[in-house]
């Protein structure tokens, strides 16, 4: 069992920056591969991004690509994901999830594990 907690969300500018951290439980977060899913008011929840268990492997959704950046500390039990040149079209809750397939998974139904969400909000 893995419990997902995120922070760092927040209001930003448009152009600004955040880093949203997800904390997990567990003595086998490093078998875990992680993902960031966001979703908007009124839209399906869609994938930012995802990383392999030991953190060598990335993949982004097109629409964060050399803006996004996914890590993982597998000592610390947290995966993160920074954000740079935001913009309003970013705005929506985060989610980071968690499955234990070892690769990269780019499904929300391929992953079992959740957090609450951390709300991000990008002003113009």
């Known amino acids: 069992q893995v419990l997902l907690v995120e922070s760092g969300g927040g209001l930003v500018q448009a152009g600004g920056s955040l880093r949203l951290s997800c904390a997990a439980s567990?003595?086998?977060?490093?078998?875990?591969?992680m993902g960031w899913f966001r979703q908007a008011s009124g839209k399906e929840r869609e994938l930012v991004g995802a990383?392999?268990?030991?953190?060598?492997?990335?993949v982004y959704a097109d629409s964060v690509k050399g803006r996004f950046t996914i890590s993982r500390d597998n000592d610390k039990n947290t995966v993160y994901l920074q954000m740079n040149s935001l913009k309003p079209e970013d705005t929506g809750v985060y989610y980071c999830?968690?499955?234990?397939?070892?690769?990269?998974?780019?499904?929300?139904?391929?992953?079992?594990?959740w957090g609450q969400g951390t709300q991000v909000t990008v002003s113009s």
């Open positions: 999830a968690g499955t234990n397939y070892g690769r990269t998974r780019l499904k929300m139904e391929e992953y079992g594990y």
């Open positions: 567990g003595r086998t977060f490093s078998w875990y591969s």
């Open positions: 990383i392999n268990s030991g953190g060598g492997s990335t």
